[in-house]
């Protein structure tokens, strides 16, 4: 990690680590903030650093990419969770989503609500619901997807046979047959 961070960041790299006591007691500082992460995820925590930030990253920014991001957690952005929340047929539970953290946080945010005032006003409201739900897909809470709801079994039970004739001659006398 280190000896990728001096070759891609090697003007930063070097003022924050002018001399090898430096470098020593920083990779000792680091190993003991990162050794309990296995290895493969701190090489592409690593990567990730490197190819999404053009200053060396810190130990709080290796830990933070080591978090797995949105789009491999299969989340939207917020705002395309909110169009998509907004643009889904009724029944709502019934519509194929792109992650049930954008059904659950248009659920929590009312889906009267959302259809029924401005983007301005219920994106906000949305956002909170949605950025609430998708810590909880972060830190590793799986959130159920919506099932349509099932019918309620029919109580009926078939009529006596005398009751159906008494009510066939109630429909006959209706219907003048």
Request: hydrophobic share 35%.
């Amino acid at each position: 990690m280190f000896a990728e961070f001096e070759l891609v960041y090697h003007n930063q790299y070097n003022k924050a680590f002018a001399n090898a006591e430096k470098l020593s007691y920083a990779k000792k500082l680091w190993f003991s903030n990162l050794c309990h992460i296995p290895p493969e995820q701190i090489t592409a925590a690593c990567h990730r650093a490197i190819r999404e930030s053009e200053f060396l990253p810190t130990i709080k920014g290796i830990l933070k990419y080591c978090e797995p991001d949105d789009q491999a957690l299969g989340l939207p952005d917020p705002h395309s969770a909110y169009v998509e929340a907004c643009r889904a047929p009724s029944p709502k539970n019934e519509y194929r989503w792109s992650h049930p953290a954008v059904y659950h946080a248009g659920r929590k945010s009312d889906w009267y609500f959302l259809a029924n005032n401005t983007e301005q006003q219920a994106f906000p409201v949305y956002k909170r619901h949605y950025h609430a739900l998708c810590e909880q897909v972060r830190s590793g809470h799986t959130l159920e997807p919506p099932h349509p709801e099932a019918l309620p079994a029919p109580e009926a039970k078939p009529l006596e046979p005398e009751e159906q004739r008494r009510r066939m001659r109630e429909m006959r006398s209706k219907l003048n047959i």
